[in-house]
């Protein structure tokens, strides 16, 4: 089981999350997506890493992709991101039964909801959704896949609040995973940062999650 320590950056506390960006560049840990859990099937493998802090309000979280495939046909919220070129943050409190997604595509459309199981969910509402930042490199605007060399990046700030977790009495540590993955294209692939050791693609496996340790 992986870990990853989330460090505390006081420049996050004021920036945007454009800022942001650049901010983790310089003081974010960083982990990259490894696990290629199902290379019989789908062996494609883009290049993708991550960079994660916190404010005194939020997680904020990097992602950098590099592949040969890029699609954003869906650009609304709680549309099925995770068929496009999407990234994934999966996390659980300690004292959670159950876990939350969030899923983002390239352009920052994101579906998100908390469960018991995968199919026991409930959607995150509007409301809710607006708090998440997004700052996706490519713009906001849909488009059909297309087939080339690209590079991308994401980076999202998720508010405490929405974990349940109170940002000025952090608990030591939460799980997690991350995630890359892009149902509906001709590189369908499923990457994570720890693996997953199931026989068909499923990233809705806590027991497969690392650790998120508050430094």
């Not at 990097?62 to 099925?80: E, H």
């Not at 149902?183 to 199931?198: E, M, R, V």
Request: glycine share 6%.
């Amino acid at each position: 089981m992986k870990t990853i320590d989330v460090p505390y950056v006081s420049r996050l506390d004021n920036a945007s999350v454009e800022a942001a960006s650049d901010i983790l560049e310089e003081e974010g840990n960083g982990g990259s997506l490894e696990s290629v859990n199902w290379p019989d099937r789908f062996p494609y493998k883009p290049l993708t890493s991550f960079r994660i802090a916190r404010s005194t309000t939020a997680i904020v979280i990097k992602y950098v992709v590099n592949g040969n495939v890029l699609c954003a046909v869906y650009s609304k919220d709680m549309d099925p991101v995770w068929k496009d070129s999407c990234v994934e943050f999966f996390c659980q409190r300690t004292d959670q039964h159950g876990y939350m997604n969030f899923e983002f595509n390239c352009i920052g459309a994101c579906y998100a909801a908390t469960h018991t199981t995968r199919k026991d969910a409930v959607s995150r509402t509007p409301d809710e959704l607006k708090q998440i930042l997004r700052y996706p490199s490519i713009g906001t605007k849909a488009f059909q896949e297309l087939e080339g060399n690209f590079e991308w990046e994401l980076t999202v700030a998720i508010p405490f609040n929405l974990l349940g977790i109170d940002g000025q009495q952090l608990p030591e540590k939460i799980r997690g995973n991350f995630y890359k993955c892009a149902d509906d294209t001709a590189f369908q692939h499923y990457l994570s940062w720890n693996p997953i050791l199931t026989p068909n693609p499923d990233f809705h496996r806590p027991e497969f999650f690392g650790e998120l340790r508050f430094v």
